[in-house]
């Protein structure tokens, strides 16, 4: 049987949903447990929407289940309105959700510069050229000097990854993220183990390309939620607690409850 590309509803010619991403009674289960359960989220087109709440809340295994890292039990997952439940994770990222993971991704040994190029030769689908001259790559190096512009490493392009500051080294994890053009972004907890010198910089870097994109967060960092989300999804045991702007999720006695610390931890 001929295969038959499904259209998305602008290439359809039908207006783009205003949802980028939705999560439609999403759980999982393991063995009898459910470490989510039921979890609806309506992520709204070119917004920063975050995903918080105590260890063990089920954060990761939502994440996971949005990239199909890991297939959910039960429920639907739609991005820009196309059902992608039954997905494997490489054809979810060509379609534009990409994912960055807490500990960084980037290959050490290479420079800035290559860790780019890779990502985009992975776009571009020569992901498994490497044994051709860098000639062959070399018209990729504009873009790849052009991301890292975008996350502030132009003068590092040379350096090794594994020479670069923490906050640099996820400015470089954002850079290759961006190298496959998402449309939606998951950052899983983009300042963990920061000083205070990097979370700034990465925070103002994630409003940056945020502009004109969508970006999903998990973020323990309430101050970083605060100055970056439009939207709070707070979870607790796996389902969703409650949902709104920081302002109403952080008086919620409900959420001051769930994180056992009272209204000075949000």
């Known amino acids: 049987m001929q295969h038959t590309e499904q259209q998305s509803p602008a290439e359809a010619g039908s207006p783009a949903p205003e949802y980028a991403l939705e999560a439609r009674g999403i759980s999982k289960s393991f063995g009898g447990f459910f470490a989510v359960k039921d979890v609806d989220l309506k992520i709204r087109r070119g917004s920063v929407h975050a995903l918080i709440g105590p260890n063990g809340a089920g954060k990761t295994t939502c994440f996971n289940m949005l990239t199909k890292a890991l297939q959910p039990t039960s429920g639907q997952i739609l991005l820009e309105g196309r059902d992608i439940s039954r997905l494997p994770t490489s054809e979810v990222a060509q379609q534009g959700l990409v994912r960055s993971f807490q500990i960084s991704a980037t290959f050490p040994h290479l420079t800035c510069l290559e860790n780019v190029r890779v990502a985009l030769q992975s776009k571009y689908g020569r992901s498994f050229h490497f044994w051709r001259s860098l000639r062959a790559v070399a018209e990729l190096n504009e873009r790849a000097m052009a991301l890292l512009g975008e996350v502030g490493l132009s003068d590092s392009a040379g350096l090794a ?70 939207r709070i999804t707070v979870l607790k045991q796996g389902e969703v607690l409650t949902e709104g702007t920081y302002a109403e999720v952080s008086s919620n006695p409900d959420v001051i409850s769930a994180y056992m610390g009272g209204v000075d931890e949000l």
Not at 201 to 209: G, H, R, Y
């Open 161 to 230: 990854a594994s020479d670069l500051s923490y906050g640099k080294k996820r400015a470089l994890e954002i850079a290759t993220t961006l190298a496959l053009d998402p449309s939606v972004m998951l950052l899983d907890e983009p300042t963990a183990g920061m000083g205070h010198e990097d979370v700034e910089p990465i925070t103002e870097l994630i409003a940056k390309v945020g502009k004109d994109r969508t970006i999903v967060i998990i973020e323990h960092n309430l101050s970083v939620v605060s100055s970056l989300s439009e």
